[in-house]
């Protein structure tokens, strides 16, 4: 396994979101969570990075504990987050905002590298590298965002609603480079998604959450034969 979590409390304050919640994350795969709005998943994805420390219950990345892990520790180690939203700096360049992202390297020829990788994923973030990120379109500083969090070849990369507020045509491109960046680089990756449908085709398996607790473990394939799938959310 990648990733364990096992019987985790977590929240903000006094506010308990998550209750005992336990998910594995296998190496290599693309795994979904599922559930409505305030279910629990954004508050899971950022316990997971560090950003939330749990109340209770262990975590353990790559055979190793790391509940409490900073959230610079957990880059360090290979987890990286895509957050909801703009989550760049609107007023530097594409490729500033991309050299901040690989802070944790050291070495130019491994930063050069890893620009290479975003740049042929993205090829339109090379032809607007000088551009300011501010000025991409919605689509643009998704891709960005992504390539952000790639920069430092995670592991397992955890992704919050990337989809959401993107047309369509570019929801289902962007779920296609998902499955580019799970297969090129054997990257793990957990993806909360919003768009039920998009989530189960591009995942192998996933977790259904509801007020704060998985009430669902099960394949995707099996999940998209339910007739009452819907029930769940």
Request: no cysteine; proline share 5%; aromatic share 8%.
């Amino acid at each position: 396994m990648v990733l364990t979590m096992d019987e985790i409390f977590s929240g903000y304050g006094k506010n308990i979101v998550i209750r005992g919640i336990s998910i594995q994350v296998k190496e290599g795969e693309i795994l979904t969570i599922l559930g409505h709005n305030g279910a629990g998943k954004t508050t899971t994805l950022k316990t997971i990075m560090g950003l939330l420390k749990p109340y209770r219950g262990e975590i353990i990345f790559q055979g190793n504990p790391k509940t409490y892990w900073a959230p610079r520790e957990n880059v360090v180690k290979g987890i990286s987050y895509v957050p909801q939203g703009m989550a760049l700096f609107p007023d530097m360049s594409v490729e500033y905002n991309l050299e901040l992202a690989s802070y944790t390297l050291k070495d130019p020829p491994e930063i050069r590298d890893r620009y290479r990788d975003v740049f042929h994923l993205f090829p339109i973030l090379e032809e607007r590298k000088w551009q300011r990120a501010g000025t991409l379109s919605g689509g643009q500083q998704r891709m960005l965002a992504v390539g952000m969090a790639l920069m430092t070849r995670p592991r397992l990369l955890l992704m919050d609603e990337p989809s959401l507020g993107l047309a369509p045509l570019l929801v289902e491109n962007l779920m296609e480079t998902v499955r580019t960046i799970n297969k090129s680089f054997g990257t793990a990756i957990l993806l909360v998604e919003q768009n039920v449908k998009q989530a189960l085709l591009v995942a192998k398996r996933a977790y259904v959450m509801k007020v704060g607790q998985i009430i669902l473990e099960e394949t995707t394939d099996s999940l998209l034969q339910r007739e009452h799938l819907w029930e769940f959310f």
